[in-house]
């Protein structure tokens, strides 16, 4: 059997049944052996067009297939149109040999058919006149729920671009301060290298900021102390925190750990206390901090739901990254829509308040609180913050710096919507304690 096939086919089981993370998988399983660029391009196309992909085989059988053959046919469809170098012939006798292995052997016949019709159906979509909203699911495989949602609060137009929109296959970086060097000439060296090496980069919004073709930049790993990976909004988040000499901050969620060592790094003076609920994510933040050499970020274990006496009015700045969605990363982590609903937003909706209920508490007065999620959804955003300021009046909104970005700016609350900004979908606010 094609090595390939059976691979793409056991790490998408993981992720559709065991509610596995496709990028953990992938990374667990790739190997010079095989072919990295096709196994990714066909875990990562199924996850995309899941939705598209379900309607196509829908189309086609009469009976509800079993969960293990629907995902065979899903990616058979994927790949009959998408994979140039499989033949049909190849592919379907791959798949039938899966078939046989993971349901039994009288399905061989159906999946056999069943693939030929598929790879040769041209699939219309749903009528956009009667049901706009199933056109734009199927379309661009998105859960009806979410289209509903956005159609709710957005016009038609601006929905269907930004469920169009397609982020850049480069991956974001910052360069780090090197001993001895202000972060500028850092960055100067280091794009040094990237030409020298002939590594494709193109600046992003700040002046040590960038995206790289990351498959070839690992191939460098002299270059590998010079870098993190960071989405861009999850960078301005970090500055927006506005840190100073000698400030106490804390990162109440900070688990990996990668806005904290930012602000950890601008300053030394600076100590950042971030925390997790997890020890094994607490882990990951002093394995993060310990790679960059940062001696002033403090790792803790604990709940930021629950008060702690002796932090009241102790630190100068605030940073809730809050547990959220995820809906505005689903372009790079497209297993997010799996197996998320609006019920699930509901129930985050309430943790989220009382995260930054909870730690507005600990900020001085004349300190700073930065709210912030990795999610375009009002109310696990805008909705919260303004519920926040009704009952805490010594709050108040102010600016932050967007660096030219075309961030949807709201009275001081900043949703980073991915067609506008290029970037993730994010959300931040910054507010100051009277």
């Known amino acids: 059997m094609n090595k390939e096939i059976i691979l793409c086919y056991d790490i998408l089981s993981k992720v559709y049944f065991e509610k596995a993370y496709a990028s953990i998988e992938l990374n667990k399983v790739l190997n010079a052996s095989v072919n990295k660029a096709l196994v990714t391009k066909v875990v990562y196309g199924v996850l995309e067009q899941d939705i598209y992909l379900d309607f196509c085989v829908h189309s086609c059988v009469k009976k509800e297939p079993k969960p293990q053959i629907l995902l065979l046919l899903k990616m058979a469809t994927y790949m009959s149109k998408n994979i140039s170098g499989i033949p049909l012939y190849a592919l379907t006798n791959e798949c039938v040999e899966l078939a046989k292995k993971y349901a039994d052997k009288y399905v061989a016949g159906f999946v056999n058919a069943t693939i030929k019709n598929l790879s040769k159906t041209e699939f219309k979509l749903p009528n956009k006149s009667v049901d706009y909203a199933k056109y734009l699911s199927v379309k661009y495989s998105y859960p009806k729920w979410y289209v509903d949602y956005l159609l709710s609060v957005h016009d038609k137009g601006f929905v269907e671009s930004l469920l169009a929109f397609k982020p850049t296959t480069d991956t974001h970086i910052r360069v780090i301060k090197q001993p001895n060097c202000d972060i500028n000439t850092s960055t100067d060296e280091f794009v040094k290298n990237l030409e020298k090496f002939g590594i494709r980069y193109q600046k992003s919004a700040l002046y040590f900021t960038m995206y790289v073709d990351y498959n070839k930049l690992l191939e460098y790993t002299e270059l590998k102390d010079y870098y993190v990976v960071q989405g861009l909004p999850s960078i301005i988040t970090a500055l927006s925190v506005g840190a100073e000499h000698n400030d106490k901050v804390l990162d109440c969620t900070s688990a990996p750990g990668g806005k904290a060592c930012l602000i950890a790094g601008l300053d030394n003076t600076i100590r950042v206390t971030a925390c997790d609920l997890h020890i094994h994510r607490v882990a990951l933040i002093k394995k993060y901090a310990s790679s960059l050499k940062l001696n002033n970020v403090i790792p803790l274990v604990a709940d930021a739901t629950k008060f702690d006496e002796k932090w ?123």
């Open 312 to 434: 009241q009015d102790t630190f100068d700045r605030v940073l809730c990254d809050v547990p959220c969605s995820g809906m505005g990363v689903v372009t790079k982590k497209p297993d997010i829509l799996l197996n998320r609903s609006m019920s699930d937003v509901n129930e985050l909706v309430g943790l989220q308040y009382q995260i930054l209920c909870n730690n507005s508490k600990y900020v001085k007065h004349g300190g700073t609180l930065v709210y912030s999620t990795c999610s375009i959804i009002d109310k696990e955003n805008e909705g919260i913050i303004q519920k926040f300021l009704k009952s805490h009046s010594d709050f108040k909104l102010v600016s932050i710096d967007t660096h030219k970005i075309n961030v949807s700016n709201n009275g001081n609350m900043y949703t980073f919507y991915p067609h506008l900004t290029q970037t993730e979908g994010f959300f931040i606010a910054k507010l100051e304690r009277l």
